[in-house]
């Protein structure tokens, strides 16, 4: 297993990105349900992460990097996160900040060069020759980094610098994110060649794939200081799991209080898989916010899972830094959640709404994507109540599941008469009311209730036809 490194993960996401619509579509719900059932398909959580990514990059404005700058900025692969650039993120760099990255070096910091450089990638590759084009990049990496490290001193102690580099990269965040790609690109061949020794995909962090793990990590490279931190998060790019890089500092510190870890350079592990979950949460809260809904219910097992985990394994007093940062991660889920939660009722009730006749336009129907969207809220919501003690959230479930309940108890009754008495015009509308219902009472009283339903709507629908030709 050990040898297998990122470019077969690259592949993967190429493949992953080409996919059409639908044929992602079905992938995402078919690995959704087998996580959501407690299967675990070697590679799913990454599958569905890479998938919500690119419909993410899809529904967003995005530019294409040139060939020159795709090259340049290659080693950063593993380190790239989705988020906006303002968060903190340890030894990670946001997407969205390469492109003001790339015109910052292309424009200000080495314009002669970075010109130079480009024609010549451009060329190569003109020519098939991807060697030279690769080697070209490298040296331009290397004369990058020099360069920042350079502006890095000029600015350690210049507020106006720091302000105009802060301007020219569009982030708060930008001397942060020039120290990353500085960091990474000085010690990019001991990362690559770490990397190899990596599996592609842990599946399970512990055992034997934990202690070699744990020897790479602390092998007298591995435990390099500028190299360090950036290995930690190599390391969580392959784990199924992400928060189990903790394993690491509680192994190290041979405790799991936060003080004797804090003692240990593993300390950064626990800040790296606590910045992640809080990355998670907002990745949950802007795809429930956007209406995406892709794998939103697998991505909420992944952050239940993360904070159960963090909570089990390690002794965090709340008075910690660590402690109330975790605290500060749950109080934001549950807000998130009883936003959405509170929804759910009310989208049902709206769509359930017995309709006099005369507000019926004939041979008019329920909207499908209306009713896909509640159906799909609805599922979320049970889904919620799975995990609603660890993401604090129980008493907003518990509440809006017995209002949901009592809706389809008593509404389902009058929509099946209203469908029993409909005339020709209406009973389009009718009929999609049911159908609804239906669709609702599978996610909430389970499919053989769902389908003594849909029997009932048939001999309604059918009795009604039956009493008109008489």
Known sequence: MFGEGQPAIERLRAYLRDLKPGARALLVSELERALLRGDNPAGAEMVLAELRRSVRAGNARSHRFGDPARLFFQPLGSF????????????????????????????????????????????????????????????????????????????????????RLTVQLGSSRALEDVQVVSGILHVRDSLAMLGEQLPSHINSFSGAMFDSVMT????????????????????????????????????????????????TPYAVAVSIALDEIDRKVRELAGDLKSGRGIAV?????????ALRGLRSELDLPIESAWGRQLAAVRAEISKVLTAEIELMPGRVRRLMRPRPAKEIKPGSV???DDVTEAEA?????????????????????????????????????????????SGDGERPFRQSQVDA???????????????????????????ERKAARA
């Not at 969580?236 to 928060?243: E, G, I």
């Not at 219910?297 to 899972?305: F, G, Q, R, W, Y």
């Open 80 to 163: 790239l996160v989705d988020d906006i650039p303002e968060h903190k993120h340890r030894g990670r760099i946001a997407q969205s900040a390469l492109e003001p990255m790339w015109l910052w070096l292309s424009n200000t910091l080495m314009p002669e060069e970075a010109r130079s450089y480009s024609e010549q990638v451009e060329q190569a590759l003109a020519a098939g020759d991807t060697d030279r084009a690769e080697n070209l990049a490298r040296g331009f990496q290397d004369r990058a980094a020099q360069r920042i490290q350079q502006t890095l001193e000029e600015v350690a102690n210049n507020d106006r610098e720091r302000r």
């Open 216 to 263: 790479l990590v602390g092998s007298p490279l591995g435990a390099k200081a500028e190299l360090f931190p950036y290995l930690l998060v190599l390391v969580m790019s392959r784990l199924a799991a992400p928060w189990q890089l903790i394993r690491l500092a509680t192994r190290a510190a041979g405790a799991d209080g936060a003080d004797r870890i804090a003692e």
């Open 297 to 305: 219910s697998a991505l909420l097992k992944e952050i239940h899972d």
């Open 366 to 368: 329920l909207d499908p």
């Open 377 to 421: 809220l609805v599922g979320f919501v049970a889904t919620c109540r799975n995990y609603a003690s660890e993401l604090a959230v129980n008493e907003v479930t518990q509440r809006t599941f017995g209002e949901l309940r009592e809706n389809l108890d008593t509404g389902t009754r009058t929509l099946l008469d209203a469908l029993r008495g």
């Open 437 to 463: 219902t239906v669709r609702f009472c599978a996610r909430v009283f389970g499919q053989e209730y769902a389908s003594l339903l849909a029997k009932a709507a048939e001999v309604a629908s059918h009795s």
